[in-house]
């Protein structure tokens, strides 16, 4: 099936590469919260953080994905976005203290944008269609006000409530009216996830603090990249499959994919979050054993990325290879590994994770519409 005629064809700008740096800061302070608070309280604060802030991360992808951004206007109330971004993203680290009322405000100053640039600059059709989803997104900003004025269980509540309310939001509201155009938004994906996985690598120094490099450093620096290279191959490894897919998909049926992508690219970013927390917190002491703690964040987050881009492959129907599932499962077994010499583990899951990139042996590179 050939893509539709009136596919359009620009790329994704310098502005946009801009705004995900801003974006991936977000992805920095999720992991250091991790890093300081291994625990299973730790992991939900990251998840449910993580949840919220993507789903507004994804709005703005489709938002650059139909509207111009060589209109002043427009770059104006886009870099509006990144300072909303930002200020969320400094109050990460004590949101679940004093810091939540900061994280709040942000969140509505970056969804108001958000709605407002719709409706002023998109079609009739997409206007009509957040305007069906400003209001949940605005409900959630607030609640996230409110529990930044809260505390104790109330404030969990308000916190849950919004991460829960945003994953159903697609259910109940009419996606029928967005335009997706294909190759700008795989690109867009694609490149959020090179930069986080810049940031994996970003961790190391920070968790280095400046040490002498020694045999030991070295080593793990080395590993650490090894994985994130191995990730990044097993992402890339069906890139062009990818957008092909998204391509000769009918323009009608494209939303709906769109959001199954965003939903797999969410869990990929929280397999980074886990593996850059585990590479941080590998880094004093590598040839030890730093507990279970970090031994669990590198191996299940090296099988979530793996897979979740599975997944993806799978709903646009791209061949993938039985290696894939082997990696998962071999990367959640590194766990012993890891509780008895860190720069073991990340050295089997540099191997398996780079497993997860062959590609099956006869495959076609062209996946079916549907």
């Given amino acids: 099936m050939e ?13 946009e590469l801009f705004f995900d740096l801003v974006f991936v800061f977000t992805l920095t302070q999720l992991t250091g919260l991790l890093a300081d608070d291994p625990t299973w309280a730790g992991l939900a604060k990251v998840v449910l953080l993580l949840s919220i802030i993507w789903w507004i991360y994804d709005g703005y992808v489709w938002l650059t994905n139909t509207v111009a951004l060589d209109v002043l206007g427009h770059r104006l109330l886009l870099l509006g976005g990144m300072a909303g ?15 939540g009322v900061a994280f709040g405000l942000g969140y509505l100053a970056v969804v108001s944008l958000h709605g407002w640039l719709y409706l002023r600059a998109t079609s009739a059709s997409e206007a009509e269609a957040i305007r069906g989803i400003v209001p949940y997104n605005l409900a959630a900003a607030l609640m996230l006000v409110a529990a930044g004025l809260t505390g104790g269980a109330l404030m969990w509540a308000l916190v849950v409530a919004p991460a829960v309310l945003l994953w159903f939001v697609p259910y109940v509201a009419r996606m ?27 961790v190391l120094g920070a968790g ?63 397999g980074v979050v886990l593996v850059a927390a585990g590479l941080k917190k590998a880094i004093p002491d590598p040839l030890g054993d730093l507990g279970w703690e970090t031994a669990l964040a590198l191996g299940a987050g090296a099988a979530m990325f793996v897979a979740a881009d599975t997944a993806m492959l ?57």
């Fill in 3 to 15: 893509p539709a005629a009136d596919e359009r064809t620009v790329r994704v700008s310098t502005l």
């Fill in 85 to 99: 971004f930002l200020l969320m993203a400094l109050a990460i680290p004590t949101m679940f203290d004093e810091g």
């Fill in 176 to 202: 029928e009216g967005f335009q997706v155009a294909a190759s700008h938004f795989v690109e867009r994906h694609g490149l959020v996830v090179i930069v986080a996985l810049g940031e994996s690598i970003v």
């Fill in 208 to 270: 280095a603090g400046g040490a002498e490099v020694g045999l030991e450093l070295g080593l793990i620096a080395i590993l650490g990249l090894a994985l994130s290279a191995a990730l990044w191959w097993t992402y890339f490894s069906h890139e062009e499959e990818l957008e092909h897919a998204m391509l000769v998909t009918p323009p009608t049926e494209r939303p709906q994919r769109a959001l199954l992508l965003g939903y797999a690219h969410f869990f990929l970013l929280l």
């Fill in 314 to 370: 799978r709903t646009l129907r791209v061949p993938y290879g039985r290696a894939r599932v082997v990696a998962v499962l071999a990367a959640l077994a590194t766990l012993p590994i890891g509780l008895l010499s860190t720069v073991a583990q990340v050295a089997a899951l540099a191997g398996i994770v780079a497993l997860a990139s062959v590609r099956p042996r006869g495959d076609s590179a062209t996946p079916t519409a549907r």
